[in-house]
C-alpha cells in the first residue's frame, strides 16, 4: 500500500523537467540563428563581382614601406586610336555615311544672329563701337577722322548643308589625330559698311591738298566649305594630377592649354564683293575701278590671312563643369533665406574667380582685354594702309 501511494507523486516531476528542457533548447536554438544572421549577413564580407571594371595602376617601390605608394594617376594617356574608337562607338562610318543637312543647327545659328542684330541696333552700340575702332591709333596719319555714314547688318541667314566627318592625321609624327568636320556655307545677302573721310597731304606744308573720300563695301555673297574640329588639351609630358596641383600652388609656369575650337575655311572659296567710291567735293569721281580693286585685294587678304587654310582661328573652349558664379535660380527659389544664400553665392563665385585669375597669371597666358564696351580686332582694318 506504501508504494502504490508514492509512485503518483513522480509523474508531475518529469512532466515539470522535460518542459524547462525543451524551453531552454528553444531560447538556445534562437539565440544560435540570431548570432548566425548577425555574423554571416550583417558583418560578413561583400560577395565579389567579376566583371571588368577600370582601375588605377599604383606602382610600388621594391623595399620600401607603404606609405612611399606613390598616389595613381587621374591624367588620361591619349590614345592612338581615339578618332577611331570615337567612329566605332558612335557608328559613324566615314566612308559609307551620307552628308547631313544641319537644318537644326542653321536655325540655332539664325537665332543667334537675329539676337547680334538687335544688340548691335539697339542705342546705337554698334555705331559708337565702329566709330572708336576706325578712329583708333592704327589710323594711318594722312586721314582725318573717320565716320561711319551706313551700316547694314543683313537680313539673310548662312545656310550650312551637306556636313562631312573625316580623321584627319597630326603631322608630328606620333600618329595621334582628331576628328574634322566640313559643311559648305553658302550666304547671299547685303552687309553695307559705309564711311566718310578726308585725305590730307602734309608735304611740304600741312594740309597741302585735301581730298573728300567716301566709300562703301557690301559683302554680296559668300559660299565655301568650312572646317570645324577640336584641338584637344595639352598637359606635361610628365607628372600627374599632384605634380599639377603642385605647380599650381607654387606659382610655376606650366604648358597646359585648355581644349579649343578651330575653324577655317578651304581656300575653294567665293567672296563677291560691291564697292563704291566717291573722290572730291566739287568735281567728283563716282566708282573708281582702281579703288575698288584696291579695297576687294585687301579684305581678300584680310580674310585669308587669318580663316583660310592653313591658317586658322583657335577659340578656348569654356569650362563647362557646374560652377556657382553660373547658377541662376528661378523666382521661387530665393524665398527662404534670400540675403544669407545671395551673399554666399556672391563669395563663392568670387573666389572661383580670383582662382582662374591666379591660374592665368601663373600659366603666362597673354590676354587681350579693354575697358567695358572697348572692341579690339586683331590686326588693321584692310584698306586703310593705302600706300
Partial sequence: ???????????????SLSFTQGFLLGQLSIVILIGAFIKFFIFGDPPSSHTPTASFSVSTSGSGPSHHKRAPSLRHKPSTSAPATILAKTYYNTHAHQPESLDWFNVLIAQTIAQFRADAHADNAILTSLTALLNGPQKPEFLESIKVTEINLGEEYPIFSNCRVHPVEEGDGTGGGRLQAWMDVDLSDAVTLGVETTMVLNFPRDRTAVLPVALSVSVVRFSGTLSISFVPVSTPASGGLGDLQGDRASGSTSTHTPTS???????????????RSLLGSRSRLQDVPKIAQLVESRLRMWFEERCVQPRMQQVA???????????VEGEGGMQQGPGLRERDLREEARREVEDERRERDGQGLRWRGGGRGNYEMPGPMPGMMVA
Fill in 1 to 15: 500500500m506504501i508504494r502504490s501511494d508514492a509512485e503518483p507523486h513522480q509523474l508531475p516531476q518529469q512532466s
Fill in 317 to 327: 573652349v569654356p569650362n563647362l563643369w557646374p560652377r556657382m558664379k553660373n547658377v
Fill in 261 to 275: 575650337l578651330a575653324f577655317s575655311f578651304l581656300p575653294n572659296y567665293t567672296l563677291s564683293l560691291s564697292t
